[in-house]
């Protein structure tokens, strides 16, 4: 934004424009072109003058000789920070992004729900850094409430009470759901559904003998459920410095493409995605304060490579604590106006859905 202060009008109102261009077209443009549309009249040799001067402050570059100029990454950030006008969201596009949800789902179901909606409204790859639910829990409960499904219902340390929909395994008494809920009762001890999940996974022979096959059965449902079960073909996860991560939408990352090095970038961006440790760092930097974040290329090392954005908001609870983070992942050269209300707006519904 300093940068900004140190140009003329004129100057300013012809970097809005290259940038602008440069957004919708991805091509240089020259100063013949530029002043066939501008609504003030400035000749090719002014212009061509001012572009030089914001190739002097590191703003425009061009490309090769005799073309055009494009905005160096320093200039777009400029342009997106002090330049770039948001615009809002209609009612349909907001009605696409708000889960479809009652009081039966859960904070994972919320987080799905809500970035699918954003990854297809915005046709980009969405994400979400969410918290491991780690807490001890001191109760649960199995409750059968149709043939094909189950209610868990989970307390922690703090007595919150979480409740989930499992499906039932087939042929399962309800003298089972009573056995499993005193066996694990029995077993919590103050410890993290994770970490039972993990020892209960090591006794299923011991629980298929005690309990019989369709306990067991029905406990391993139970704890993979609610640890966030496997990474379907458009998701992954992974649990590092006690976060979770998903990615959804992977699909859209594939569209459009009009060159090789668009495919290129994609399989450069494939390979980023798959260094998750990284991403959840950078994600995890969002977290410090509110409203949109935009990380922009080479700003990271983690996207140096393929010319990818990320644009993500924090989210939520009901004690305006952060929670974490929800974005999407766009090509450098995107709508920044239309995907940051997008972000901005989903990030808003979890966090009111949360509380």
Request: overall charge negative.
């Amino acid at each position: 934004m300093s940068e900004l202060t140190h140009l003329t009008e004129r100057a300013r109102h012809i970097f809005r424009h290259v940038v602008e261009s440069y957004l919708e077209t991805g091509a240089p443009i020259g100063s013949q072109s530029l002043s066939q549309s501008l609504r003030t009249h400035l000749s090719p040799a002014s212009i061509r003058a001012t572009m030089a001067e914001l190739e002097v402050h590191g703003l425009l570059y061009a490309p090769h000789v005799s073309a055009g100029r494009m905005p160096t990454q320093t200039g777009l950030r400029i342009f997106i920070d002090g330049l770039l006008q948001v615009g809002e969201l209609n009612d349909s596009e907001r009605e696409a992004i708000a889960p479809k949800i009652d009081g039966t789902h859960s904070f994972e179901d919320i987080l799905h729900q809500a970035v699918d909606g954003l990854s297809g409204l915005s046709q980009c790859a969405s994400l979400v850094l969410a918290p491991n639910n780690a807490g001890a829990i001191k109760h649960v409960e199995f409750v059968p409430i149709a043939d094909d499904k189950i209610l868990v219902i989970l307390v922690d340390q703090s007595n919150h009470v979480e409740n989930r929909l499992i499906e039932r395994p087939p042929g399962l008494v309800a003298s089972a759901l009573t056995e499993a809920s005193n066996y694990l009762n029995g077993q919590l001890k103050g410890r993290s559904l994770g970490e039972l999940r993990r020892d209960t996974q090591r006794q299923m022979a011991t629980l298929e003998n005690e309990l019989g096959k369709l306990t067991a059965q029905l406990v391993e449902t139970g704890l993979a459920q609610w640890g966030g079960g496997g990474p379907s073909p458009m998701s992954q996860s992974n649990e590092i410095l006690g976060k979770n991560l998903l990615v959804r939408g992977h699909s859209h990352l594939l569209d459009n493409l009009n060159a090789m090095e668009d495919l290129e970038r994609i399989r450069l961006l494939f390979e980023d995605l798959d260094r998750k440790k990284e991403m959840i760092s950078l994600l995890s930097q969002a977290e410090e304060g509110d409203g949109v974040k935009i990380f922009i290329g080479a700003e990271t090392s983690l996207f140096s490579l393929s010319g990818s954005s990320v644009i993500i908001s924090p989210y939520k609870d009901s004690d305006q604590q952060v929670v974490g983070v929800l974005g999407v992942i766009a090509p450098t050269r995107t709508n920044y106006a239309r995907l940051i209300p997008m972000v901005d707006h989903t990030a808003q519904v979890v966090s009111k859905l949360l509380a």
